[in-house]
């Protein structure tokens, strides 16, 4: 067989191999020609005519899987430009890569555009990432992923890139409503006053080197929301508040998540039946103060008054769940990947939960992110601090 005709072979068994695990969840589309490095074009599947329909009027992505075939310790290559938007990994950019050991079992690796500019070489030419078995190199991270975990992932990746369209177009679409207030200091010198008017809560901004005074404008581009500003004991009216104020400050621009939890945790202890004047004196100290780094999970560890005991109880962060691999990141930022297959019936309900819920949290168009938190009875490695086992489950909070 000619080298031509070997390569085109492997290829298809490349094609075939993938298909086989991408088709028993999505709609498979083949490409005829590689664009934008797809083999395979994937789609979530519908029950029926009315979900189709109803998809059919929203920002759908697909997701995008190159399929090739590699032998012994052969190279691959993926072009940069597949992988990469605007110098970022591509949420819904899949590589999987087949080949067969020395008895004929076939090995699979699966990689995701983040694992790729993780883990991959770049070509001297700087065109492409490249993948090869070497004796230092085994990707055995990577190595035959059972096909749970690997529609989750690809799966999930739609979900966040889909996340990211749809808050994109409501940004776009919300400019012409919502312009944002531009004032052109270097050094912001205004004064907010909060007032209320008819028991409406009011906020004014005052120019304090031309004093001129407007209204505080609401940023619903930033923070979909359908109430009002206010202060006082309202999470979802402070934070309104907060970001639209920072947004001001920060000369129209979306502000970073932490001066917006720090003005927002500043907000709500305020008397809502009270008037108060911030000043962005206050607004810079809060961001410049490095010691206020607001963590959501401790806060609600201190709120529900967590048992100290001899059990290791503690809220941890949901960063993914796929497959039976459930990844989690406590309160000091130590992520742990647990597999959740071992465990018993108890847990079922606690990631039936989070397989609801998820989804609609990557898919989440604000620009303000949402996580879900959940309170744990764990095992910790004493070295690492990393989760080993959980114990048990408790509930669960979705935080913004």
Known sequence: MSELAKREENGEKSETLTQSILLSRFWVLKRSADVDGA???????????????????????????????FENSNRVNVQKAYVLDNDQPRKEFFCSLHTHDEEGERMHYFFSAEDI???????????F???????????????????RFVLDKIERGMNVAEGNANRGFLQKKLKMFATPTMHLQKVPNFQYTLTIVNDVHMVTVKNMTTGFSRPLEARRDLYQNQGDFYWGDDYTGCQFLA?????????????EGAPVDALRDLLRSLDD???????????CNLIDDTVHQPNRLKELEAEFDMYLGPEDIAFFEVVSMLGTTLTIRCANGIESVVDTAEY?????????????????????????????????????????????????????????
């Open 39 to 69: 083999d395979f074009l994937v789609q979530r599947q519908c029950d029926d005519l009315v979900e189709l329909r109803l998809r059919a009027r929203e920002i759908q992505i697909l997701g995008i899987v190159q399929s090739k075939y």
């Open 117 to 127: 500019v993780k883990e991959f070489e770049v070509s001297s030419c700087g065109e």
């Open 129 to 147: 990432y490249w993948f090869s078995l070497t004796k230092e190199r085994q990707y055995t991270e990577y190595k035959n992923p059972k096909d």
């Open 243 to 255: 970001v639209s104020i920072l947004a001001h400050h920060f000369d129209g621009d979306l502000p």
């Open 273 to 283: 039946s009270s008037t108060y004047v911030i000043k962005s004196q206050t607004l």
């Open 344 to 400: 018993d019936q108890k847990l079922d309900p606690m990631l039936c939960a989070i397989k609801i819920f998820l989804p609609g949290i990557e898919r989440n168009a604000e620009p303000t992110g949402k996580t879900l938190a959940i309170r744990l009875s764990v095992e910790r490695d004493a070295g690492t601090g990393k989760v080993v086992r959980i114990l048990d489950v408790f509930d669960m909070h979705k935080l913004h």
